[in-house]
């Protein structure tokens, strides 16, 4: 392994009923007044919020709410956060939601402490020197966003989905139920279930160095997701397959695949965020048209290692059978695989080429990707 530092401050909170605690664990970090962040009323009607509220008012924590984050969160929708949470002089933000209302909140909390633009951090013009204290109830396993710093938002005006990173954006406590997952449909599922394979993918393929036990860590993550996504499909109430899945979630992206890695990039997400940014469509949705495209693209720089995924994931001898055995299973729990399919034609893949360019020259990964490149991926798609 090579050197590393490890940091992870995050405390989990993790089982049945622990959004009835949340007032106490806010309290417990000694703040009093916190911004609620949500995305639909369905927190409303099915009796979450009025759980976390009243968990708040229990632990004489004061709040003040905003609502309307949607799945890909807006970053109009974080500059009102930041209006609200100064004007009311919150010291805390809470997201009740998934990975995007905590994305949200991430941005919020760190635009709230910062008189510029809070766009500056996302282009890297500044970086977070302070941030409200966050605080997560998850709705949703996907992002891995519970347990890491990191945010992505888009800019409404410019269609540009770029990623926020700071140390001080790591939640304090983040409540993990998987009972508040039932309800989510199963074309999520399978969007959350492509999503935990990209974050796991992209380092696994794209590591110059992975250490073995990574290596046999991210294979578990992948069954398990594979696992317990089948059954849940069949029976979304199975709580431990729902625990499962949820955990899986968390550990795909909170560091802990990281330590002793070399050389890794996140190259999928780069070419994604474009499709989600341009055609607000679902981020595993993207995923998973972008996912195998760029596998066959980029199998030959590492063989090996696509053979391996092969072998250890799907019992298969060769790269393009793992890739086509991935290909069918994500048509299987019914997520698209085609730009066709997700109702982009092709005539629109300059316009994506262009977005997706100016990201990677944003996270300076231009010499990685030309625009011809990026283009020959998209072809695949």
Known sequence: MKDFTFYNP?????????????????KDYR??????????????????????????KENNIEFVELGGVV?????????????????????AVLGVGGGSVLDSVKAIAAGAKY??????????????QDALAVFSVMTLAATGSEMNPGGVVMNDETKEKF??????????????????????????????AVDI???????????????????MLIEAILKTVMRTTTILMENPNDYNAKAEFAWASTMALNGNTL????GNSYDTHLIEHALSALYNIAHGAGLSIVLPAWMRWYKENNLAQFERFAKEIFGLNTAEEGINKLEAWFKEIGSPVTLEEA?????????????VYNMAKTWQMDTLYTEEQIAEVLELA
């Not at 703040?31 to 708040?56: P, Q, T, W």
């Open 259 to 262: 330590p002793g890695v070399e």
């Open 115 to 128: 008189d510029g633009d809070v766009w500056d951090f996302f282009i890297f013009k500044a970086q977070v």
């Open 31 to 56: 703040n009093k007044k916190v911004l609620l962040v949500y995305g639909s009323e369905r927190i409303k009607r099915d009796g979450l919020f009025e759980k976390v509220a009243n968990s708040l």
């Open 10 to 26: 995050t405390r989990i909170e993790f089982g049945r009923e622990k959004e009835k605690n949340i007032g106490q664990y806010i």
């Open 343 to 355: 109702n982009i034609p092709k005539s629109e893949i300059p316009a994506i080429v262009d977005n």
């Open 163 to 192: 990623v926020l990173l700071a140390p001080q954006l790591y939640p304090k406590v983040s409540v993990v139920n998987p009972e508040l997952m039932a309800t989510v449909s199963k074309d999520y599922l399978a969007y959350s």
């Open 71 to 91: 799945s890909n969160p807006l970053l109009s929708k974080v500059y009102e956060g930041i209006k609200i949470a100064k004007e009311e002089q919150v010291d």
């Open 197 to 215: 394979f990209a974050h796991c993918l992209d380092l696994y393929f794209t590591a110059k160095y992975l250490p073995l036990y990574n290596c």
